[in-house]
């Protein structure tokens, strides 16, 4: 079989990691998300997954994330099952696949580069569109506010990191005031985190490199005070039955260690 080549940017190629996670999660027995399809693209691209092995902790970690957000993504929909969910930094992710209700507008955001792999595996609908952009432009917006309903849910998993404070803020500001009342699910890691990051488990393997840190997400609030956190999500309040997955010692020193409790969080806000 031919497989596809891969031409992607520093940063963009972190994709492959929650790409590589997924697929290696349908060998378990209790898999926390089945996604075949990322499996079929695992199978048809030339890459070097092999090097990512041993990064077990990284492997259970991006599929819990997922699920997490997969969960906020139906509760919103239940609330508002005709609006719009945008997924920033969309990579080749299957979300749309596994929360789909048959009403959403759905758009798929990410740079030239990824779109262009993105679509060699993924096809528009009339409810699924693409957008080739960078999160931190704003000619998109227009796009979304022509799908029509309000409020939207916007997701950035495993973006935000790879920014600076400043882009950050932006973000987060410009949604704001373009989307009031919108959901914004996000993860984010402590400067802790960041000043340790080449002992990550997968980061070690490839050439990005994480920038921003916050020791709290709660200190968002500190950017402006309408920023309202409706949950934060860290290492101790992971499901069980999948914590005893991760080794002892990291059951341990994440659950109950105050500097390392806090390192990576997964956060929903609600913006206004």
Not at 82 to 107: C, H, K, M, P, Y
Not at 205 to 220: L, N, P, Q, T, Y
Not at 236 to 249: C, E, I, M, N, T
Request: glycine share 4%; aromatic share 12%; proline share 4%.
């Amino acid at each position: 079989m031919i497989k596809n080549k891969i031409d992607l940017g520093v940063i963009q190629e972190t994709l492959l990691i929650p790409l590589w996670a997924r697929a290696t999660e349908l060998e378990q027995v209790d898999p926390i998300l089945v996604d075949s399809k990322s499996a079929e693209i695992v199978a048809a691209l030339d890459y070097d997954f092999e090097k990512f092995a041993h990064a077990k902790n990284s492997q259970i970690g991006a599929c819990l994330r997922g699920m997490i957000i997969d969960n906020w993504t139906r509760n919103f929909l239940q609330q508002h099952p005709q609006s719009s969910v945008v997924e920033i930094g969309a990579g080749l992710n299957t979300r749309f696949e596994r929360v789909d209700n048959n009403q959403v507008r759905w758009f798929d955001l990410d740079l030239p580069d990824v779109m262009a792999l993105r679509k060699q595996f993924f096809q528009e609908t009339e409810r699924r569109q693409f957008i080739t952009a960078s999160c931190l432009d704003t000619d998109w917006f227009e796009r979304i506010k022509a799908a029509g309903t309000q409020p939207c849910m916007f997701i950035a998993e495993g973006v935000l990191m790879y920014l600076n404070e400043r882009q950050v803020r932006q973000l987060f500001s410009n949604l704001l005031q373009e989307f009031p009342g919108s959901w914004f699910a996000f993860d984010s890691i402590s400067p802790l985190f960041v000043k340790n990051q080449k002992y990550h488990d997968a980061i070690k393997h490839v050439s990005a490199k994480f920038d921003w840190g916050i020791s709290d997400i709660r200190e968002i609030k500190n950017w402006d005070s309408r920023y309202h956190i409706m949950e934060v999500c860290t290492f101790k309040d992971l499901p069980a039955q999948y914590l005893k997955r991760f080794s002892l010692l990291n059951r341990l020193l994440f659950s109950y260690i105050p500097p390392l409790r806090n390192t990576y969080r997964l956060a929903l806000v609600k913006l206004g």
